[in-house]
């Protein structure tokens, strides 16, 4: 079993920086595309960014591009959301998740349904 935990989040101003860091433990991430969800009060989960297995494969949402960098360290078994340029409207809970990859493709990104989620962290950007 695959268990994840958010960390990172807080309160920022506009145009502020955080990163969020997703921890893995009960075994390892390598394999596994990892994304960044986000959930804002009153609307529906979306997806922020994902990141294949070996991480040479991205993909993120329009808003995002420009401003947030997914990146991995396999080592550590971690994930991390580097967020620039915050906006007030990036105030959501973030949420990572996991997917195992059809047939373990490690340089796929595989970001469709998930597999395991984590608690989530507040992000909250205000003045």
């Known amino acids: 079993q695959l268990q994840l935990v958010e960390s990172g989040g807080g309160l920022v101003q506009p145009g502020g920086s955080l990163r969020l860091s997703c921890a893995a433990s009960g075994r390892s991430l390598g394999v596994y595309t990892i994304g960044w969800f986000r959930q804002a009060p009153g609307k529906e989960r979306e997806k922020v960014s994902c990141?294949?297995?070996?991480?040479?494969?991205?993909i993120y949402a329009d808003s995002m591009k420009g401003r947030f960098s997914i990146s991995r360290d396999n080592s550590k078994n971690a994930v991390y959301l580097q967020m620039n340029s915050l906006k007030p409207e990036d105030t959501a809970v973030y949420y990572c998740?996991?997917?195992?990859?059809?047939?373990?493709?490690?340089?796929?990104?595989?970001?469709?349904?998930?597999?395991?989620w984590g608690k989530g962290t507040l992000v909250t950007v205000s003045s």
């Open positions: 998740a996991a997917n195992y990859p059809p047939l373990g493709l490690a340089n796929i990104v595989s970001c469709g349904t998930m597999d395991y």
């Open positions: 990141i294949s297995g070996n991480g040479g494969a991205t």
